[in-house]
C-alpha cells in the first residue's frame, strides 16, 4: 500500500481536490489518498462548496471529506507528502525531525514544471475561475503522479 497526503493551508479548497481528483485516478486496494491543512480554522468542516461544485463538474465526489490538521504522526503514516505552495512546504517541513521526514514533502506542481517551485494559488479569496483554474493544475499535477506512482 503506497500512502499519499495533500497538504495546503484550510484542507477546504486544494488539498480536497487534490485527493478526490488522484484517488480516482488510482487503484484504492493499493493506495491511500488524505488530505490535511496547516492551519487548524476549518478542522471537521465539508471542503468549499466552490470546490465541491467544481469536482462535481468533473465528475469527482469530495462531500465524504472532512478537514483535519496536519500532524507531524503524518510522517510516520504516508509515503508522500505533496503540499499545494511554498508556504505550506515551509509549515510542513518546520514539523518534520529528521532528514527522512524532509525527503517525503514535495511541490504539487513541481510534478508538471520540475524545479520550477509554481504555487498552486490559494483560491479562496477568488472566483469559481479561480477554482477550475486550481482544477486543471492538479488535475495535470495527478496525471503525473499517478503515472509515477504507478511504475513504482
Ligand atoms: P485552502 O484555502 O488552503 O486551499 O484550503 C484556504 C481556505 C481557508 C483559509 C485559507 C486558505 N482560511 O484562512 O480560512
Same mark, same amino acid.
Given at each position: 500500500?503506497?500512502? *499519499?497526503?495533500?497538504?495546503?493551508?484550510?484542507?477546504?479548497? +486544494?488539498?480536497?481536490?487534490?485527493?478526490? *481528483?488522484? +484517488?480516482?485516478?488510482?487503484?484504492?486496494?493499493?493506495?491511500? *489518498?488524505?488530505?490535511?491543512?496547516? #492551519?487548524?480554522?476549518?478542522?471537521?468542516?465539508?471542503?468549499?462548496? +466552490?470546490?465541491?461544485? !467544481?469536482?462535481?463538474?468533473?465528475?469527482? /465526489?469530495?462531500?465524504?471529506?472532512?478537514?483535519?490538521?496536519?500532524?507531524?504522526?503524518?510522517?510516520?503514516?504516508?509515503?508522500?507528502?505533496?503540499?499545494?505552495?511554498?508556504?505550506?512546504?515551509?509549515?510542513?517541513?518546520?514539523?518534520?525531525?529528521?532528514?527522512?521526514?524532509?525527503?517525503?514533502?514535495?511541490?504539487?506542481?513541481?510534478?508538471?514544471?520540475?524545479?520550477?517551485?509554481?504555487? !498552486? =494559488?490559494? =483560491?479562496?479569496? /477568488?472566483?469559481?475561475? #479561480?477554482?477550475?483554474? !486550481?482544477?486543471?493544475?492538479?488535475?495535470?499535477?495527478?496525471?503525473? *503522479?499517478?503515472?509515477?506512482?504507478?511504475?513504482?
Amino acid at each position: 500500500m503506497t500512502k *499519499i497526503l495533500m497538504v495546503c493551508l484550510g484542507n477546504i479548497c +486544494r488539498s480536497p481536490l487534490a485527493e478526490g *481528483i488522484l +484517488r480516482d485516478k488510482l487503484s484504492t486496494e493499493e493506495f491511500t *489518498i488524505d488530505s490535511a491543512g496547516t #492551519g487548524d480554522y476549518h478542522i471537521g468542516d465539508l471542503p468549499d462548496q +466552490r470546490s465541491i461544485n !467544481v469536482a462535481k463538474k468533473y465528475g469527482v /465526489d469530495i462531500t465524504n471529506q472532512r478537514g483535519r490538521q496536519f500532524s507531524v504522526t503524518d510522517f510516520d503514516v504516508f509515503d508522500l507528502i505533496y503540499v499545494m505552495d511554498n508556504s505550506n512546504f515551509k509549515n510542513v517541513v518546520k514539523l518534520a525531525r529528521n532528514e527522512n521526514d524532509i525527503a517525503k514533502v514535495k511541490l504539487i506542481l513541481n510534478e508538471v514544471y520540475p524545479n520550477q517551485n509554481y504555487d !498552486v =494559488p490559494d =483560491p479562496y479569496h /477568488d472566483s469559481d475561475q #479561480g477554482f477550475e483554474n !486550481v482544477f486543471k493544475m492538479l488535475d495535470e499535477a495527478t496525471d503525473v *503522479i499517478q503515472q509515477k506512482v504507478t511504475k513504482i
